[in-house]
């Protein structure tokens, strides 16, 4: 059994199709297609190219559902208008939303929009069939279990080592505690106890007086938010960067403040 929920972050409408549901059915499905660019260059007096590095293309989630509907014990026409129509508030082209996939074992999610209005075609006189086609800007699906990790908050500076076990670069949250301190510093740094690189830190010039409670940090949303919603960026220094947890052992060194580091699993394809 397959199934797939879309929440319409914007409207708060959600639907979902499933593989078993004759009334909503899910008939075909693509969570796997995604593409790579790629930076190359070629020397002088060489064959082909040589491999810089690479980046994920945003992701095209195509599927096919059906529509039908009951009325007095029938099926009927209307009905499945009706619920056509219903799901058609649901993925507004544009908008924002979150695609989550089970196969009754594993549940993971993505970020995603759609592109455009289907148009319905009738199958039968009770039975409706549409494609959609959805846009992940990033391309990257989600385990929807959650990994946790905390570290500073002693006296002096504090190193936490998390192990990134996917395989994949992936974005972390960031909930930091405020305290007296004026400066948080969470930067990555070496095995010999240098700083790996100056590119790889977020600092903040911290105003206890003016922010006396937590804020958090979205590295994939590239925000920074005081604990009631209020964006507040304004803490970030121009050193500052958004870097991803990288696969394997991530070494970071948390100077003045307790932080909690949120992150899930990445997959690049769902079936």
């Not at 395989?167 to 095995?191: K, R, T």
Request: charge should be negative; hydrophobic fraction near 35%; glycine fraction near 8%.
């Amino acid at each position: 059994m397959r199934k797939i929920t879309f929440t319409n972050e914007v409207n708060g409408l959600s639907v979902t199709l499933a593989s078993d549901n004759p009334k909503m059915l899910l008939e075909t499905f693509d969570g796997c297609s995604c593409g790579a660019e790629a930076i190359t260059y070629r020397p002088l007096n060489y064959n082909g190219q040589r491999f810089v590095s690479s980046t994920l293309t945003a992701r095209t989630i195509p599927f096919t559902a059906s529509f039908g509907g009951i009325r007095n014990d029938r099926y009927s026409r209307e009905e499945a208008i009706r619920r056509f129509e219903d799901v058609q508030r649901v993925f507004v082209p544009g908008q924002i939303g979150t695609l989550t996939w089970t196969d009754g074992i594993n549940t993971r999610f993505i970020k995603c929009r759609a592109e455009s209005v289907p148009m319905p075609t009738e199958v039968l006189p009770f039975l409706l069939r549409a494609d959609f086609s959805l846009v992940a800007d990033n391309p990257l699906w989600f385990d929807i279990e959650e990994h946790s990790a905390v570290g500073g908050g002693g006296a002096g500076n504090v190193n936490l080592t998390i192990n990134n076990t996917c395989g994949l670069a992936v974005p972390f949250i960031m909930e930091v505690e405020g305290n007296d301190s004026g400066l948080a510093v969470i930067a990555e740094f070496a095995s010999d106890n240098k700083w790996l690189s100056h590119d790889r830190g977020l600092s903040y010039n911290y105003d206890p007086t003016k922010y006396p409670g937590s804020f958090t940090v979205d590295t994939g949303a590239a925000t920074v938010t005081y604990e009631d919603g209020t964006l507040c960026n304004q803490l970030l220094t121009a050193s500052s960067t958004f870097f991803p947890l990288e696969p394997g052992e991530n070494k970071l060194r948390i100077v003045g403040h307790k932080a909690k580091f949120i992150w899930h699993d990445a997959y690049l394809s769902v079936y």
